[in-house]
T-cell receptor
Framework: AQSVTQLGSHVSVSEGALVLLRCNYS??????LFWYVQYPNQGLQLLLK??????LVKGINGFEAEFKKSETSFHLTKPSAHMSDAAEYFC????????????FGQGTTLQVKP | NAGVTQTPKFQVLKTGQSMTLQCAQD?????MSWYRQDPGMGLRLIHY???????DQGEVPNGYNVSRSTTEDFPLRLLSAAPSQTSVYFC?????????????FGQGTRLTVV
């Protein structure tokens, strides 16, 4: 069975500091991996996705993530946090290209302090 | 572009009442899904559909029914609402395919059962 674990339900950084949100997955087959962002009272917006092409994936708003098979990780990073990055972030996995069946992590709320 | 449209945005129900959450997409996506979001639990899959006339259960299907008579619409029915069904519900749609796979989400329906 697939599962996703996001380490840390809340992460706080200062504006301009590095953002690191952790995601570990388990999957018996090569996974498809996603990071979504949710702003207050909004739906989910795709930040980036890994679909077995390049292991370093660049997304929107300066975010990127690296797929590390040996560590079963897909951590999300951004070199310099901006106040507008404050939101909830979700890591998700699917078994195949059937993205109708996503397994989500618990979510990480990112707080950005001025 | 409308994308994925959910109605209503907010709803309060009394225990035992029934209702239907509407979801429509205009992207001709084959896959459609319903998730519920609860604090600290991420999003959990309720039901999904891989095409008109085909539905299947997700992780938390009890108390919910779905049907898919058209490609565009995927309503979620609560048969007899319970307080445990208080949640935010998201509908998503996607098109299967290795390179373009991505799930698009609606804005959500916030349901309170009293």
């Amino acid at each position: 069975a697939q599962s996703v674990t996001q380490l840390g339900s809340h992460v706080s950084v200062s504006e301009g500091a590095l953002v690191l949100l952790r995601c570990n997955y388990s999957s018996s087959v090569p996974p498809y991996l996603f990071w979504y962002v949710q702003y207050p009272n909004q739906g989910l917006q795709l930040l980036l996705k890994y679909t077995s092409a390049a292991t370093l994936v660049k997304g929107i708003n300066g975010f990127e993530a690296e797929f590390k098979k040996s560590e079963t990780s897909f951590h999300l990073t951004k070199p310099s946090a901006h106040m507008s990055d404050a939101a909830e972030y979700f890591c998700a996995v699917s078994r195949s290209s059937n993205t109708g069946k996503l397994i989500f992590g618990q979510g990480t709320t990112l707080q950005v302090k001025p | 572009n409308a994308g994925v449209t959910q109605t209503p945005k907010f709803q309060v129900l009394k225990t035992g009442q029934s209702m239907t959450l509407q979801c429509a997409q205009d992207m001709n996506h084959e896959y459609m899904s319903w998730y519920r979001q609860d604090p600290g639990m991420g999003l959990r899959l309720i039901h999904y559909s891989v095409g008109a006339g085909i539905t299947d259960q997700g992780e938390v299907p009890n108390g919910y029914n779905v049907s898919r008579s058209t490609t565009e619409d995927f309503p979620l029915r609560l048969l007899s609402a319970a307080p445990s069904q208080t949640s935010v519900y998201f509908c998503a749609s996607s098109y299967p395919g290795r390179m373009n796979t991505e799930a698009f989400f609606g804005q959500g329906t916030r349901l309170t059962v009293v």
